[in-house]
């Protein structure tokens, strides 16, 4: 069963860090050029980061640059966001996605909440 399983969520003070994981099962990343999405409510779902398959030209919203850092292991299958100097703003559910290099084939994982508040 194909799954990208979003953890790591939660409840911060502005200021403070979290890093969120995504958990690939029933393939393999590797060829996969992986992303992650957020979305408040009653906003449209943006793009927050995509790292291409070589782990190289990483994408960024220019909201989150030089805060929020994706990186992959292909090892373990996972995809990673370290986001630091969390804002109000943050605030949103956070999904993964993994889009094949050579197909349409696309996944979405089920996403992890952050909240960033006072």
């Known amino acids: 069963q194909v799954q990208l399983v979003e953890s790591g969520g939660g409840l911060v003070q502005p200021g403070e860090s979290l890093t969120l994981s995504c958990a690939a099962s029933?393939?393999?990343?590797?060829?996969?050029?992986m992303s992650w999405y957020r979305q408040a409510p009653g906003k449209e779902r943006e793009l927050v980061a995509r790292i291409p398959t070589s782990g190289n030209n990483i994408d960024y919203a220019d909201s989150v640059k030089g805060r929020f850092t994706i990186s992959r292991d292909n090892a373990k299958n996972t995809v990673y966001l370290r986001m630091n100097s969390l804002k109000p703003e943050d605030t949103a559910l956070y999904l993964c996605?993994?889009?094949?290099?050579?197909?349409?084939?696309?996944?979405w994982g089920q996403g992890t909440q952050v909240t960033v508040s006072s």
């Open positions: 029933g393939f393999t990343v590797a060829p996969y050029v």
């Open positions: 996605k993994a889009e094949h290099r050579w197909s349409i084939t696309n996944y």
